[in-house]
T-cell receptor
Framework: QQQVKQSPQSLIVQKGGISIINCAYE??????FPWYQQFPGKGPALLIA?????SEKKEGRFTISFNKSAKQFSLHIMDSQPGDSATYFC?????????????FGTGTLLAVQP | DTEVTQTPKHLVMGMTNKKSLKCEQH?????MYWYKQKAKKPPELMFV???????INESVPSRFSPECPNSSLLNLHLHALQPEDSALYLC????????????????FGDGTRLSIL
């Protein structure tokens, strides 16, 4: 129940295209869903996050869509650029006596071809 | 540049050595975390400190010993490590969960790349 399932494992998109990464969870106690972007040799950087009281959040070219009833959320990267090539992790966080314990998805390696 | 600073960036040590990893943040965060990340895998939580007290230990072997000297600093003391402990060690910090806003985002450093010979 503590898992977050992420797909696809890898993704190749042409420059200017839309990248879509999907995540699913089981634990209904999760109440915070961040996405992290990680470049080689760097730590994960917070990209965008959503709480379950909204169905969509947009920041620039990045959008999270959230479906509470299906327990699914996804990241959309519009107008994908070669500089977006990185590993993306979804995550979920629950409050249950443990401070901000993040459960990560398995990651998606995105390659944007010029 | 990240607001969580980790030193050293790289560390090579033998299995009998003792070394320490350091993490510093000046964002006023009261929760700090250690994660271990193997290649092509997500970060795995090791320890959580809340208000300078250890609140979570994810059954980490005792050869890893965390320490939080003050609200801005977090150390990870290493002793008698095994080759399988070679990994990227990440530090993160966050505000404590807010009763109104809920869980708060965690901010990561760039990690220490640890190699055990």
């Amino acid at each position: 129940q503590q898992q977050v399932k992420q797909s696809p494992q890898s993704l190749i998109v042409q420059k200017g295209g839309i990248s879509i990464i999907n995540c699913a969870y089981e634990n209904t106690a999760f109440d915070y869903f961040p996405w992290y972007q990680q470049f080689p040799g760097k730590g994960p950087a917070l990209l965008i996050a959503i709480r379950p009281d909204v169905s969509e959040k947009k920041e620039g070219r990045f959008t999270i869509s959230f479906n509470k009833s299906a327990k699914q959320f996804s990241l959309h990267i519009m107008d994908s650029q070669p500089g977006d090539s990185a590993t993306y992790f979804c995550a979920a966080c629950a409050y249950g006596g443990a401070t901000n314990k993040l459960i990560f998805g398995t990651g998606t390696l995105l390659a944007v071809q010029p | 540049d990240t607001e969580v600073t980790q030193t050293p960036k790289h560390l090579v040590m033998g299995m009998t050595n003792k070394k320490s990893l350091k993490c510093e943040q000046h964002m006023g965060h009261r929760a700090m975390y250690w994660y271990k990340q193997k290649a092509k895998k997500p970060p795995e939580l090791m320890f959580v400190y809340s208000y300078e007290k250890l609140s979570i230990n994810e059954s980490v072997p005792s050869r890893f010993s965390p320490e939080c000297p003050n609200s801005s600093l977090l150390n990870l003391h290493l002793h008698a490590l095994q080759p399988e402990d070679s990994a990227l060690y990440l530090c993160a910090s966050s505000q404590e969960r807010d009763s109104y806003k809920g869980n708060q985002p965690q901010h990561f450093g760039d990690g220490t790349r640890l190699s055990i010979l």
